[in-house]
């Protein structure tokens, strides 16, 4: 397999579900997985992710730690909320040519490839991306207590707040309200759940709200129309318009679908690739400028 790394890169894409690091000679690739990663909550639980994918990777491919940590790598992954913490994480790990970002340039050049559009990216919390004539923006990301609008997380929790408008009497009673104050016992214990739930705890509770909804119950159909509207409006202000591509990614994107206007359901396109897919190339271009700054 490569021998010759003095044309080789690596890439590293890391998040809430995984780690996945791969080299690739431009030809072919390996890559090899390992647990999540946030730079943000625990900075060194993600130096140590990246160090077992680098014990991997050695495993796999026979080549020494120190031969591959001699690779520039592109590494995009989740709480990277400035240039500070990169250069911390950055300045934590053993490679010489290394560029840190967050997450989201990873998913958006891996959805979209080469081509111009947009991304609604919607998991357990969402944000959104543009890449157009050669320019990216992103928008969102900002986590649940103060953002995350449309995100698995958003739709569990508007569920349940409605639930309790129910309860109150100032929303008509609804299949969605009866089944989630069956599932925790009453509005009292709703009320504890919310008080200690985490984001993804949250997330839980979206299925039954995109079941429903496709059942036609009114409830689950406001949140979901509600949560439509956000994406939509948003990718607006983004400079989305007809002749531009849309890419719904993340575990619960795909279910807003339905509720988009006619215009954008036309533009959606399946994604290209994965967010590795977008490393590996966002890291061929950097090992490109690296090595050309280098001569």
């Not at 707040?161 to 925790?184: I, M, N, P, W, Y």
């Not at 009320?191 to 739930?197: K, L, Q």
Request: proline share 5%; aromatic share 6%.
């Amino acid at each position: 397999m490569m021998t010759n790394l003095e044309t080789s890169f690596l890439a590293l894409d890391g998040g809430g579900t995984r780690c996945r690091l791969a080299l690739s000679s431009g030809a072919d690739v390996i890559a090899v997985e390992t647990g999540s990663a946030n730079i943000s909550t625990d900075l060194e639980g993600a130096v140590a992710q990246v160090q077992d994918g680098l014990a991997q990777l050695a495993a796999k491919t026979g080549l020494a730690v120190e031969a591959l940590a001699k690779c520039p790598i592109y590494i995009g992954i989740a709480g990277v909320t400035g240039p500070v913490i990169a250069e911390r994480f950055a300045a934590a790990l053993p490679f010489q040519t290394i560029r840190v970002t967050d997450d989201r340039p990873t998913a958006l050049r891996g959805a979209l490839g080469g081509r111009d559009g947009l991304i609604a990216h919607c998991g357990t919390g969402s944000f959104f991306a543009a890449q157009i004539m050669g320019k990216t923006r992103f928008a969102g990301g900002w986590g649940s207590v103060l953002g995350d609008p449309a995100s698995a997380q958003w739709v569990g929790r508007r569920a349940l707040a409605c639930t309790l408008e129910e309860v109150d009497h100032l929303r008509a009673a609804s299949g969605l309200g009866a089944q989630l104050l069956t599932r925790f016992g009453g509005a009292a214990e709703i009320v504890a759940f919310a008080g200690s739930a985490r984001p993804v705890d949250f997330g839980r509770v979206a299925p039954a709200v995109t079941e429903l909804a496709a059942k036609g119950d009114p409830l689950a159909l406001a949140i979901m129309t509600e949560a439509g509207q956000e994406i939509a409006t948003t990718l607006q202000k983004m400079g989305w318009h007809g002749d531009l591509a849309l890419c719904l990614t993340g575990g619960i994107a795909p279910e807003f679908r339905p509720y988009l206007p006619p215009a954008m359901k036309v533009a959606i396109i399946p994604p290209a690739g994965t967010p590795l897919d977008g490393a590996l190339a966002l890291a061929q271009d950097f090992a490109r400028e690296a090595r050309h700054d280098h001569h």
